[in-house]
């Protein structure tokens, strides 16, 4: 049986509404197709969260919270339009090149590509679980039509508007890196001159460092499991080996093939995909020491800063009774003392740092999860004394989102730029407005948004104080209100696409 539209709305879906119908609302008739496309990614993914907060046993989630694929669902897209809007205005005044434009779109059809994929991955779930609780479950006719057109619809729309730009394919299908790699593959084994794949934007030497480590990290870590398979298949005859010794076996193997990774294979596929002309660890250095008074300077003052607070919130967390919540926007705070001096006086060197510290999260977590000795343990204790309910019980985000939430609107805004507060988005929404939102709440909130949330009115109008950006920090702040998620993942992007506008 399918809610009616008002049963079905709450809270969040209604902000999130209201966010896209902003962005939307500011569209020129160029990104007529990219509207169309956007509205019915919005209406499909409230049609599957429906479904799915009907579907308890494939979908557990918290007491008074929704499944969050809405807002999962739409929130990038939409933050890719509204780059889009502001790339169109560039264009328009002839402040940019029809390449960074055809790029962004490229970027925006694979962002809602991806999304529309996925929710028909959830919704192909939700009907096998249906089907198994009951053989003779059959999918209603209503059902079975909207989910159709809607992907059929999308799919006409996105095919129309990518047949206007000059280079299709590749950057949809494979990403970005992989169409590299194939270009220069093909060039290397054909003739140059029969292979023309355009291909993305010219991009930094920072941006290019960050997407090769990252890109390099995440391939790691399915080639490691792998071999780690293939070793325990042919040894798992050898149970006269003590386990500590298999551990530092296995932590061995980890270790020499991460640094063999780093130091050898991402920078090699760099330098040759990309024609990087130096190795990218010696550019780094150079890069450092060409400002050496304030770029050491300023890691001086991260590690002393981040060295003092980690160390106190950790004490406090082990023997104080202060709420985990409460103790999570300490480190909000910290987030804004140690990158709002750089983004204002070094944001480049802010830009690599960004991606130096999410590699290092990234490492960090692999070692928390498979338990790689002698640091896996370490870690797991460190990091599980300031998760909440929101972290799952394999993977710790809470780390992730927040600094995501902070260099995302800095890494967006890098080119063409005519909102100069567009940078300091996360900084601003998460640092400032959440954090004031909870301390303010929780010591003085009375009047609850909802009667299974915690959040309270009086903390959101905490949040909301800056009345020259009125819709956009009204939109972000009650997204924070209403909404159950991990909050530092979309509120920043929410806040940055309004301020694109």
């Not at 590690?303 to 103790?327: H, P």
């Not at 498979?370 to 019980?393: K, N, Y």
Request: charged share 15%; aromatic share 12%.
């Amino acid at each position: 049986m399918v809610a009616s539209p008002l049963t079905a709305m709450n809270g969040e879906r209604a902000v999130v509404f209201f966010f896209v119908f902003r962005v939307l609302s500011s569209l020129p008739l160029s990104l007529l197709p990219h509207a169309l496309s956007l509205s019915l990614l919005s209406v499909f993914s409230l049609f599957v969260e429906i479904r799915a907060d009907g579907c308890l046993s494939l979908f557990k989630t918290r007491p008074g919270a929704s499944s969050g694929i809405m807002l999962g669902a739409v929130t990038l897209p939409t933050m890719m339009l509204s780059k889009l809007i502001q790339l169109s205005r560039a264009f328009s005044l002839q402040q940019i090149e029809i390449g960074e434009l055809e790029h962004m779109t490229m970027q925006f059809w694979a962002a809602s590509a991806c999304c529309c994929g996925v929710l028909i991955f959830l919704s192909i779930l939700m009907w096998r679980a249906s089907y198994n609780k009951n053989p003779h479950f059959s999918c209603s006719v209503w059902d079975a039509k909207f989910s159709l057109s809607c992907v059929i619809l999308f799919s006409v729309v996105c095919c129309i508007s990518l047949a206007t730009i000059s280079h299709t394919g590749l950057v949809l299908y494979f990403g970005d890196m992989l169409a590299c790699t194939i270009s220069k593959v093909c060039r290397l084994l054909v003739s140059p001159e029969l292979v023309s794949i355009r291909y993305g934007i010219k991009r930094s030497e920072i941006g290019i460092i960050i997407q090769g480590v990252l890109l390099g990290l995440l391939i790691f870590s399915a080639v490691f499991k792998f071999v780690i398979h293939l070793w325990e298949y042919f040894w798992r005859a050898d149970n006269s080996e003590s386990r500590q010794n298999k551990e530092i076996r296995r932590s061995l193997i980890f270790f020499a093939s991460l640094g063999f990774n780093m130091i050898v294979v991402a920078p090699s596929w760099m330098m040759i995909v990309l024609d990087f002309d130096v190795h990218p660890i010696l550019w780094i250095f150079q890069f450092v020491f060409s400002e050496p008074l304030k770029r050491l300077s300023l890691c001086i003052y991260w590690l002393g800063l981040i060295y003092a607070s980690v160390l106190r919130f950790y004490n406090i967390s082990k023997n104080s009774k202060i709420e985990r919540i409460l103790l999570r926007k300490y480190y909000h705070l910290l987030a804004v003392s140690m990158f709002l001096p750089a983004l204002i006086y070094q944001p480049k060197f802010l830009d690599l740092a960004f991606g130096a510290a999410l590699a290092v999260f990234l490492v960090l977590e692999i070692i928390r999860v498979w338990r790689i000795w002698p640091l896996g343990q370490l870690v797991h204790q460190f990091m599980s004394a300031f998760t909440d309910h929101r972290d799952s019980d394999i993977l710790i985000v809470s780390h992730f989102s927040l600094l995501l939430g902070c260099a995302l609107p800095i890494w967006m805004s890098s080119g063409f730029n005519d909102r100069p507060l567009i940078p300091f988005a996360g900084i601003l929404s998460l640092g400032i407005g959440d954090t004031m939102a909870s301390m303010v709440g929780h010591k003085y909130g009375v009047l609850r948004w909802s009667k299974t949330g915690q959040k309270t009115i009086e903390g959101t109008a905490a949040g909301i104080h800056w009345f020259p950006l009125l819709i956009a920090v009204t939109t972000s702040g009650l997204l924070e209100a209403y909404t159950a998620q991990l909050d530092n993942a979309f509120i920043p992007l929410v806040f940055y696409s309004l301020l694109c506008l």
